[in-house]
Every structure is written in C-alpha cells, then in structure tokens.
C-alpha cells in the first residue's frame, strides 16, 4: 500500500446527516503494512458498502488512496476511539473492524463505545496475551499445556531447575512463532533463556516489567482452524493440516493444506474444543483463527485469536458462489446474509516460504518455473530484495507464498513441494551492523571466520 504524502485528513471528511437510505458503513482498521487491506476493501466494494479506513499513521501522512482515511495512533486506543466516536457521530458506522491483528483490541473498544455488538475487549485481550489466555483457558478446563510465567529478571539456571523437559519457552505478546524456542535439557533452556531475553529486549519490552511462558512440549501433528463464532457457536470454515513436523526448537510455518486428512471424529474433537478455548476467553462473534496439536490424547490447544489467517493466506480460501472470507467476515459484522459457508470442494493450499538462511535477500530465481508446477495457482515474493532476511527464532518475515489448489490434499502438498524446489534465492551472508542486536551469538564458523 502506497504512503506518500497527500491533503486527505478526516478532519476535512463532509459533516453530513446520514439518510435513511444511505449505504451501510464500514472502519477498516489497519497499519499501512497490512497484507490485508486491500482483500478487505474490495470484498467491501462487492458488498456495496461505504469503506472508511483507520489508518495507524499521523496525520497527513495518509495513503493516495479511493477509500477515505482516518488517521489514528493504534498505541493511543482511548484517543483512538474518541476520534472513531466523533467521526461516527457525523457518519454513523454500522461495523468497525480489524483486518488483521494490528488493532483487534481497538475495533473491539470501538464497537463497544459505539453499541455495536462485538467481543468484549477483555476477550480481545486475552487473545493477545497467552499468559491471560492461558489462565483462562486452564480455568474452562480446555485442554492445553502447563505452563508457568517467570519473570525476565529470574536467574536462568534457577528457572531451568525448576521446570520439565521438553519444554517451549514462549514470549507473551509476539507473534509468527518469533522467540518461541524449545529445550530438552536444562542446558539448552538457559541458552534460550538468554536469546529470548535478547529478543524482548531488542522488541522494546522492559526488563523489569516483562516476562515470558514456559509450557510442556506438546508432541504431535498441527493443525489450524479458521472459524466463524456466532452467539458462542463456532462454524469451522476451514481446517488446514501443517504436513511439515513442527518439533523446533524453532517453529517456521510453512504449508497448509485444507481439507484437513483427520478423520471427521478428530476434527468434530477440534472444532468443539475451539469452540470451549473461544467461550473460555470470551469471544462470541467473528472470525476465529485458532491452531492446535493433536496427538493420542486428542487436540490441544496452543492459541486462539479473534481474528482472520493472517498474511496472503486467506487468499486460497473461497465459499459457496466465490466468496472470499473477506467478504464472509463483512457480511457476518453487518448482520447481512451468509449465503453459505460451505468452501469449494477442491483442496487448497498455501506455503509460507522458510527463510534458508540469515542474509541480505539479493535475488530470486525460479520463479517462471515455480509458477508453471501443475495445480500452482500463484508465487509471490514479498521480502524486498537488498534487505535483511532474519531467521527465527529473531525474525519476523517469511519470504513469500506459494499457492495451489487441486483435487487432493496430497497433490496440493506435493505441488508445493515441488513449486519451492524450483526456487532459488541468492542470499548474502552478512547482516548489517545496525542489526547486530538481533544476531543469534553463535560464534562463527572457522569457514566463515576465515572469510
Ligand atoms: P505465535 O503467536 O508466535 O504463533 P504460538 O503459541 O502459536 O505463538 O507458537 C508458535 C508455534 O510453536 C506453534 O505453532 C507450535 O508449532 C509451537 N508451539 C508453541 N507452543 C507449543 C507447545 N506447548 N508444545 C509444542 N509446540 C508448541
Ligand atoms: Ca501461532
């Protein structure tokens, strides 16, 4: 999304009485890095609706963009949700909305400020806190790891004593899996204590002031559930399978494929215990994007968000007649019909491309020949080229997409495979200076040493 400058303000939005007649209205809140902005805004064109967005930008700073702005400081939710309640006293909103995890916190405020029927911010809360979350979730018996909070400041071969292997340590407020770090033994748990405290620290977190989770390793298969909640009932609109183990001691996504190979026993299992981990933190309406493991004991629990998959990942999901879920999760905020949920029949899938190795990104090769894999429906690139590519468990980007869609689950998974195989990136070894604080303190090589 483009952010050059431009003479658009809400402060000069038309003060206007709303008509009976006058279409429904929309805030779309977002950051201008979203990947989501765009799906969103056009699902809202076919919906015909009147798109107002709430960018996360100062003012005069707003993107040259058809839909108009309000600018607002995500970080300053109070101010924030004055200035939506003053804009909707000129021009009432019918739906505020997050489109990705940047601000659910503030549609949720903004909708309660505004009488619109939502989750209530604690549950919002809890879905961005996993040491509330997890407390909640233990309360409503939904089953999920122990897990213990220890203090940032806590001497790291105490903690180590005192807790059992394997086990993950885990940061309370990133996300994509960043600082989520297993260990087997109490040597390997104070070296990730140390990187994980890096990693806080380098993020901004206080010392003093933060912590993080240290839960069981839950062995077994993954999987994620994209779900619709309404009145506390869930509707699962897709469940994807993650066919690549996940045992760490980082944990990259990489493929989903949807129809998921469970047996419908187990996914009726999952389904049900997303809906208890949902109700369990209070979320009633909305999309619901929740991952757990499975294993003999049955499905557990690692985290639930209300919120949409994020990145280009919803982009392989479509419903009924060629519904997006954009358009499935506007219909659903403003009480329009949902002509069905049902996905297409055919199986789907997308790839998160791993980052190989830490470096300057200088080159993609492959890509024609990717994109030409039988059932490939798309590559696309999103690291800049000349920028840092930084690898978990530091790093916060992936490389692109791959999609695919075809007859089977299988064939849509080996498609990938073989699409990413195609694909070759020129990655230069070294990081720049400034991210130093970032760099993992392995020391180097003797090869890279003599280099
Ligand atoms: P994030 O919000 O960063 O994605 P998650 O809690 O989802 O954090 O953890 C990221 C990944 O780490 C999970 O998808 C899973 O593969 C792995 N993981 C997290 N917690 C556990 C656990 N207790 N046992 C096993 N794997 C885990
Ligand atoms: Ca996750």
New binding site residues.
């Given amino acids: 999304m483009d952010t050059q400058q431009s003479q658009l303000a809400s402060e000069q939005l038309p003060a206007s009485r709303p008509s009976a007649t006058e279409r429904k209205r929309v805030l779309l809140l977002m950051t201008p890095a979203t990947y989501r902005g765009g799906a969103f805004v056009s699902a809202a064109r076919r919906l015909d609706l009147e798109v107002v967005i709430g960018l996360d930008t100062p003012p005069g700073l707003v993107a040259a963009w058809p839909p108009e702005v309000l600018t607002l400081d995500f970080k300053a939710p109070e101010e924030a949700v004055q200035r939506i309640r003053a804009f909707a006293r000129q021009r009432p909103l019918q739906a505020v909305l997050s489109v990705d995890d940047s601000a659910v916190e503030l549609a949720a405020l903004a909708s309660e400020a505004l009488g619109l029927p939502c989750n209530s911010p604690a549950a919002a809360e809890a879905a961005r806190d ?1 040491y509330v979350m997890r407390q909640r979730m233990a309360a409503g018996g939904v089953p999920c ?1 122990v897990f213990r909070y220890f203090p940032l400041t806590a001497d790291p071969a105490a903690v180590a004593d005192a807790v059992s292997y394997p086990c ?1 340590l ?2 309370l407020r ?7 770090i ?1 260990a087997d033994t109490p040597v390997e748990f104070v070296t990730a204590f140390r990187r994980l405290r890096r990693i806080l620290l380098a993020e901004g977190f206080e010392e003093e002031s933060s912590g993080f989770l240290v ?5 077994g298969f ?1 999987v994620a559930l994209e779900g619709l909640l309404t009145g506390g009932h869930l509707q699962v609109l897709a469940l994807f399978d993650k066919p690549d183990p ?1 045992d ?1 001691p980082f ?1 990259e ?1 990489t493929i989903y494929v949807t129809p998921s190979r469970l047996p419908p026993a187990v996914q009726e299992a999952i389904r049900s215990c997303v809906e208890r981990a949902a109700a369990s933190i209070g979320l009633r309406e909305g999309p619901v994007h929740a ?1 757990l ?1 499975v294993n003999e004991h049955g499905p ?1 629990m ?2 639930i968000a209300g919120r949409s998959i994020g990145g280009l990942c919803s982009t392989v999901l479509e419903f009924g007649a060629g519904m997006c879920l954009e358009e499935l999760i506007l219909r659903h905020a403003l009480g329009l019909a949902l002509p069905s949920l049902e996905r297409r029949p055919e199986a789907a899938g997308v790839m998160m491309i791993p980052i190989p190795q830490a470096g300057i990104l200088k080159g993609v090769q492959g890509l024609e020949e990717a994109r030409q894999v039988p059932l490939i429906t798309g590559v696309e690139i999103t690291a800049p080229l000349n920028n840092p590519l930084v690898p978990l468990p530091e790093g916060a980007s992936y490389l692109g997409f791959i999609f695919a869609r075809g007859q089977s689950p299988a064939a849509v998974e080996e498609a990938l495979r073989a699409a990413h195989r195609c694909l070759r990136f020129d990655i230069r070894r070294e990081l720049p200076v400034l991210n130093a604080a970032l760099r993992p303190t392995t020391p180097p090589t003797v090869a890279e040493q003599a280099r």
């Fill in positions: 996993k790891p993950v885990k940061p990133l996300s994509g899996s960043r600082g989520v297993r839960e069981d390793f839950i062995p993954e996940l760490g944990f996504e991952e493991r557990w690692l985290e």
